[in-house]
């Protein structure tokens, strides 16, 4: 049995009413655990979300994160992927890789809320600042986004450093975006950022994988996006390519719809890089 599970029965007695309740439903559903959000297991077990902390707290771990994380290795589970095997080349791999995906591309193509795309882009568009904040996996894609939107001719800035995060927020002002990207959508330090930023005066975005999580209720525009992967792995990796898909919507939206400026931005900034290539 999962060192966790064991864990929660032998403080079972100590708990208060509302931790019992969580514990109750862990027991009953230990393999349901690692794909979720603190504010779901809230809603699942009838508890809050300061209580799941505490009782994380209580069974040794710093928070929920990391009481999710002790569950990565339950027994019905595979570590990495339990579609690749050892057998498995790495052309075998490579095609498996590519199929997980593009299965996300198409679940995500599905539940993505349209009329958020065409509001994100518009923000954007209209904005003077578009700050991104990300953190881990994320970080690769804020600063991609940062980088596209630059070449579009928008002042964009990305950081993921938890303390640049806040400083960037506390700076900001009515008309700037944020863009808070977390596929887990609990990562603290991005949500907090996004937080500040919305109290600012700021439109707020984030770019999620689950549809009720606490970077949701400090979003003004929620773009989510399906991938598998964490139902077995509480690393995202092909969430990732989702993510950047996303941030390519709205970079060709910007370009189309924002009266040529943007692109006589990229002309530009092809211009300028012409001396860096022989």
Excluded at 37 to 54: D, F, G, H, M, W
Excluded at 106 to 133: G, N, W
Aim: charge should be positive; proline fraction near 2%; aromatic fraction near 6%.
């Amino acid at each position: 049995m999962n060192k966790t599970l064991i864990n929660i029965k032998a403080l079972y007695n100590e708990m208060g009413k509302s931790e019992k309740k969580i514990a109750d439903w862990v027991m009953l559903h230990p393999t349901e655990i690692l794909p979720i959000s603190i504010s779901e297991l809230a809603e699942k077990s009838n508890s809050s979300e300061a209580t799941i902390v505490r009782f994380s707290r209580r069974l040794g771990f710093s928070g929920f994160q990391d009481f999710k994380i002790s569950f990565a290795d339950y027994s019905d589970r595979e570590p990495v992927n339990p579609h690749i095997t050892r057998t498995d080349s790495c052309s075998d791999i490579f095609s498996k890789v590519a199929n997980d995906i593009c299965v996300s591309l198409e679940k995500t193509k599905k539940v993505i809320d349209k009329d958020s795309l065409e509001k994100a882009s518009s923000a954007i568009i209209s904005t003077k600042k578009v700050v991104l904040f990300g953190l881990g996996n994320s970080a690769s894609v804020a600063l991609d986004a940062a980088h596209k939107f630059m070449r579009a001719g928008i002042n964009a800035y990305a950081y993921s450093d938890n303390h640049m995060q806040a400083i960037a927020a506390s700076h900001l002002e009515k008309g700037d975006v944020a863009i808070g990207i977390s596929h887990s959508g609990s990562s603290i330090d991005v949500v907090d950022a996004l937080r500040v930023a919305k109290e600012n005066g700021a439109v707020t975005i984030s770019i999620s994988g689950v549809h009720k999580s606490p970077i949701t209720r400090v979003s003004d525009i929620s773009l989510n996006t399906v991938a598998d992967e964490t139902k077995y792995s509480i690393l995202a990796l092909n969430s990732r390519i989702v993510q950047l898909a996303i941030i390519d919507t709205l970079y060709f939206s910007i370009i189309l719809h924002s009266n040529k400026k943007s692109i006589e931005a990229i002309k530009a900034t092809e211009n300028s890089l012409k001396k860096k290539k022989y």
